[in-house]
């Protein structure tokens, strides 16, 4: 299986996808974690360019060609092979990201994202966690971590765009995409996702 996890700054990604894993080594189920952006040691420094909040502004057309070029390397190198090796695939976030923040955040055509998908994206999770949060509650979560990166720093209204993007695509595609509420505590949410797996 291919699963991806999904949501906005701060809704327990990190701590779900841990969870999981740890629950397919209970039943020896061989798998891997990985992350977009990133994922390889290219698309890593790609992830650099993407997430430091200095430097040159980036155009949103930049930014979801970074995200793409990122997201060839990581599929080629990790996710394609691992799956062919007949490993799962644990990844946070993936190209429901694309069109939660490219397009609902930074205002980009769907087309555009779409159309990279048909061409560059040849495989897609079978399963995604979306873990929904009010904004406000994530954001919150997110500052305790420490510094925030480029997309953390963005505004209020920003996330809600994000937000509404991933809700929309959950009630497009009800059978892949998986609505957690993430204000419910770990173990919760960790169950929920378990039994849908």
Avoid: N
């Avoid at 061989?30 to 290219?42: A, K, N, Q, S, W």
């Avoid at 992830?47 to 430091?52: I, Q």
């Avoid at 946070?92 to 560059?120: H, I, K, N």
């Avoid at 509420?181 to 919760?188: C, N, V």
């Amino acid at each position: 299986m291919f699963i991806s996890f999904e949501g906005t700054e701060g809704v327990g990604k990190s701590t779900l996808i841990r969870g999981v894993a740890d629950h397919l080594k209970s039943k020896g189920i061989d798998f891997i974690v990985t992350r977009e952006p990133g994922g390889t040691p290219l698309a890593e420094q790609i992830r650099g360019l993407l997430l430091t909040p200095d430097g040159e502004k980036i155009a949103p057309a930049c930014e979801l060609l970074l995200l793409f070029a990122a997201r060839a390397q990581h599929l080629s190198q990790v996710i394609e092979p691992a799956l062919a090796r007949g490993q799962w695939v644990l990844c946070d976030r993936f190209v429901d990201a694309s069109f939660a923040y490219q397009c609902g955040g930074r205002g980009l055509p769907t087309t555009q994202v779409q159309a990279l998908v048909e061409q560059f994206v040849a495989v897609l999770p079978s399963k995604t966690f979306w873990l929904d949060a009010p904004v406000e509650v994530g954001m919150a979560r997110a500052g305790k971590r420490g510094a925030l990166d480029r997309f953390e720093q963005e505004r209020h209204e920003f996330f809600d765009r994000v937000r509404a993007v991933y809700s929309k695509r959950a009630v497009a595609e009800p059978k892949r995409i998986v609505k957690l509420d993430a204000t419910l505590a770990a173990e919760t949410v960790l169950a929920a996702a378990i039994g849908e797996i």
